[in-house]
T-cell receptor, first 114, second 113 residues
């Protein structure tokens, strides 16, 4: 069974609009962490943001924030005021507390339109 | 910059030959990971390491082995390369516990003909 699901294979968003990229996860471990990454067309993987399951507040890093809804098992990435440079693949990933594996979803390709 | 390098960056090899990819880090991180990336599959975990000589299997470990004899080096070996192992291979480190940030190397593009 898939542990990390990203249901949007692709998205088109107008520049300067906010973007929400969906991520749902499946785990029975009470301790886990969720990661988001960006992969531009150049191919490098860039870490964006991390949320721990016990963190009281939603994580934020600049224009990136994580909308963490534990009961729904969702960890959506929100990008405020999108820019052309945000066009990329975005991956959600999870690490369960019982081991050190970090497992990825299949990604969402985001296109920002001028 | 987490100081992660991968070598080689590109390799073409023939079916049946052994191949070793190297991941090198300079900052003494305990956790290291090998992933492969293929279209439509995202990144899939091959093997990971949580210390010198401490390794474990990931999601797609068949046909791959790893070794970590020094903190800074994590080697991925394809014992007998097959065309299905044509992929882009990424190495990564994890920087817990203070930041829980995972940083990636630049990737190795491997083609098995």
């Amino acid at each position: 069974a898939q542990k990390i699901t990203q249901t949007q294979p692709g998205m088109f968003v107008q520049e300067k609009e906010a973007v929400t990229l969906d991520c749902t996860y499946d785990t029975s471990d009470p301790s886990y962490g969720l990661f988001w990454y960006k992969q531009p067309s150049s191919g490098e993987m860039i870490f964006l943001i991390y949320q721990g399951s016990y963190d009281q507040q939603n994580a934020t890093e600049g224009r990136y924030s994580l909308n963490f809804q534990k009961a729904r098992k969702s960890a959506n990435l929100v990008i405020s005021a999108s820019q052309l440079g945000d066009s990329a693949m975005y991956f959600c990933a999870m690490r369960e507390g019982r081991d050190d594996k970090i497992i990825f979803g299949k990604g969402t390709r985001l296109h920002i339109l001028p | 910059d987490a100081g992660i390098t991968q070598s080689p960056r590109h390799k073409v090899t023939e079916t049946g030959t052994p191949v070793t990819l190297r991941c090198h880090q300079t900052e003494n991180h305990r956790y290291m990971y090998w992933y492969r990336q293929d279209p439509g599959h995202g990144l899939r975990l091959i093997h990971y390491s949580y210390g010198v000589k401490d390794t474990d299997k990931g999601e797609v470990s068949d046909g791959y082995s790893v070794s970590r004899s020094k903190t800074e080096d994590f080697l991925l070996t394809l014992e007998s390369a097959t065309s299905s192992q044509t992929s882009v291979y990424f190495c990564a480190i994890l920087d817990p516990p203070e930041r829980n940030e995972q940083y990636f190397g630049p990737g190795t593009r491997l083609t098995v003909t």
